[in-house]
């Protein structure tokens, strides 16, 4: 047996001394003490990730146009020594990308198609008219889950909802079934350009339901308005004030607050009823997205209500 496969019966923390334990197995004291050194610092770096991934959720959930650059110069004013390639990576594993326009955001597959976004300027007057979804990052106090959901843009009612600890398409695929096996099928499904939501596993599962699919326009922050709402309600609501340590307590928190977000909280949008009730009558909801660029003048005057309402409900959900 190797030096290096012996080295492996040290431990640190046991009763007898580590140069005891490296004497009795032949193993130099310089490896034991260059592989704890090496963990040692592992750790402090894991621990440090670990800090400045729950202050990017904060700060990316309040603001979701900043990019790693604006992300950077917040963490130095909180004071830590961060360069953007570090805070590119920590974004990147978040699945975070600012909303602007620009070089090395958010990437579809090249592989997959990318559909139109079919919804500017539509007014959603039904429930099941449109469903969107989209995926979140929340943080635990040792690591991190990836939060994905499906609401109704009539009632904002979340339909599905699944988490995991990786970003795989495999759990949106089982997100969507669940809701379209329970709530029937949506007229437009939209999503963003995620590789989860372009998957031909996703998509076709749109196709065999004969939905249309609609996807967001690069860096058009509104067409998916009332998921990146939802997902601060929901981190601002009970994530954050929860403190979840792992997935089994994520999952029974979340179950409890998308049953009271569904059946109890009042929605303003919604004339302060709940987004079950106005989903199961149909009467109260409705959404409109405008487009600011291209609409035309008369256009853009039909669809100024639907705006303010948009803004007002980012202001006050």
Known sequence: MSPAERS????????????MQCELAS???SWIYRRL????????????????????????TNRPFYGSRRMVVFLRGRGHCVNRKRVQRLMREM??????????????????????????GVAVTRPNQVWSTDITYIRLARGFAYLVAIIDWYSRKVLSWRISN???ASFCVDCLEDALRHHGTPEVFNSDQGSQFTSKAFTDVLKREAVSISMDGRGRALDNIFVELLW?????????LKGYAN????????????AFYNAERPHQALGYQTPASVYSAGVGGGALIVDRFGDSDEEQKKSNAGQRRAAEEMDTA
């Open 247 to 258: 997935m089994a307590e994520l999952t029974l928190g979340l179950t409890q607050y998308f």
């Open 37 to 60: 050194e090496a963990a040692a610092r592992q750790q402090c770096l894991d621990e440090e990730d670990l800090q400045l991934r729950g202050l990017i959720d904060e700060e990316y």
């Open 95 to 120: 699945g975070l990308a600012g909303m602007a326009p620009g070089p090395a955001t958010s990437k579809p597959n090249p592989e997959h198609k990318v559909y139109p976004y079919l919804l500017r």
């Open 27 to 29: 193993v130099p004291r």
């Open 232 to 240: 601060r309600n929901v981190k601002y609501e009970d994530v954050y």
């Open 166 to 168: 990786s970003m795989d």
């Open 8 to 19: 492996q019966w040290i431990e640190q923390g046991a009763e007898m001394p580590l140069a």
